[in-house]
């Protein structure tokens, strides 16, 4: 079954008692408590539950979560799904399930931000050490940077804010000869685009929030898990007492189903802005892994089925804060905020440079210049465009 079809034809409402017929989306559980018939029926919910990965009573979510679970699991060919209630810990909850005190991780340098903060401000409080390696390192290089308590290598591809490609196959089966785990953000591609465990990695994160919710209206995480980490992950959250609200889940449902007809628009929609882009004077480079000028192609081309509307573009380096500052506030169907993967188009100043520990930015060629991420949403893309041209004129005259 093709993944379309898997996201479209999910699990239906229950029946309604009285009418005797079912809804199309399945319903709301709220609930704190859970009822049984009898002591028997707890033992065998409470054995079910246990199976299924969930608690036996409400901070579990019910069928709802179970559904959303299900369905972002299957189009990545997960042996179970996680639903949490941020990206953000969506990232670090497999990492407080793989490590422990002694352990050492290998963080992507490229890495969205606030796990970054979590890498440096938490993880030191259990105990582990991070290193962070750039995120084009060489097979050798991540050997040199291994020791003997390294137990997690984190990647994430295309890279946030400057869209490294890493060869995730390579890693993943170097991994896999040292005893490491890997951990991967899979948000920029979705499971549409790019199927992480089918390439060797053991978790695939998501900031559900972007794309699988698609309407800038739900905070939300999805993890997808192989067989051998996923109790390691279910048992953290449980521990914790994480839990996604059903509302939220069911919200992450109604987004899955049309996010393989969402996608393929934000994708054409971004490679027309990021060409068109790609021939402005007042830009340097374009930094986007679908485009064949773009160092990452081969790699995108070969193991990606697709992209996503998300790219940065870096201005000449002659341009002043001020300047960028007039045509921020000249564009009119971007709106300027962080996240992305709504039906919207952004466009938002980064600072890669702040951010880097583990590896050089700029990089020589690509410019020197103030970093502009874009995200492509659902418009007409003519129409994005003309409002940048009209934002560069604006931007001219002042």
């Known amino acids: 079954m093709k993944d379309e079809t898997k996201l479209v ?7 309604m008692e009285r009418l005797d017929v079912r809804t199309v989306n399945p319903s709301i559980q709220r609930g704190s408590t859970y009822l049984y018939d009898s ?28 559904h959303f679970q299900d369905a ?5 060919n997960g042996f179970r799904g996680v639903a949490v209630n941020s990206g953000l810990l969506a990232c670090t909850l497999p990492l407080m399930a793989l490590l422990q005190h002694g352990d050492h991780l290998l963080m992507v340098d490229s890495v969205y931000g606030p796990v970054r903060t979590f890498c440096d401000g938490y993880l030191p409080r259990m105990g582990v050490s991070v290193t962070y390696y750039d995120p084009l390192a060489t097979l050798d290089e991540l050997d040199a940077l291994t020791t003997d308590t390294t137990r997690v290598v984190y990647l994430e591809t295309p890279g946030s804010l400057t869209f490294e490609m890493q060869d995730i196959p390579a890693i993943a089966a170097w991994a896999q ?8 953000d899979n948000t920029w591609a979705t499971g549409l685009y790019f199927k992480p465990l089918d390439h060797g990695i053991d978790i695939s994160t998501h900031a559900a929030t972007k794309y699988m919710c698609g309407h800038s209206d739900v905070i939300s995480g999805a993890i997808v898990c192989n067989k051998e980490t996923a109790l390691a992950v279910e048992a953290t959250r449980d521990q914790l007492g994480l839990a996604m609200p059903p509302d939220e889940a069911y919200l992450g449902l109604r987004g899955l189903r049309t996010m393989a007809v969402r996608l393929p628009v934000h994708w054409q929609n971004g490679l027309k802005l990021a060409s068109y882009l790609a021939g402005r004077e007042e830009v340097s480079n374009v930094l986007h892994p679908a485009m064949e000028q773009d160092p990452g192609y081969a790699i995108w081309s070969r193991d990606f089925t ?62 020197a210049g103030y970093v502009l991420r874009f995200h492509a949403g659902l418009e007409d893309a003519d129409d994005l465009i003309d409002d940048v041209e009209q934002a560069f004129t604006a931007m001219k005259k002042a």
Not at 72 to 76: K, L, M, S, T, V
């Open 9 to 15: 034809h999910g699990h239906r409402g229950p029946k």
């Open 72 to 76: 972002f699991c299957a189009i990545e």
């Open 39 to 66: 002591i028997d029926h707890l033992r065998e919910a409470k054995a079910k539950a246990v199976d299924l990965g969930i608690a036996s009573y409400g901070i579990g979510g019910g069928d709802i979560t179970l």
């Open 177 to 184: 000869d040292r005893g490491i785990r890997t951990i991967i």
């Open 306 to 367: 697709g992209a996503s509307g998300l790219f940065s573009v870096v201005m000449r380096s002659d341009l002043s804060w001020e300047q960028l500052n007039v045509f921020l506030g000249a564009l009119k169907l971007y709106g300027l905020g962080y996240s992305w993967g709504g039906f919207e188009s952004l466009c938002v100043l980064q600072s890669p440079k702040t951010v880097r520990t583990g590896s050089q930015w700029p990089r020589p060629g690509i410019g």
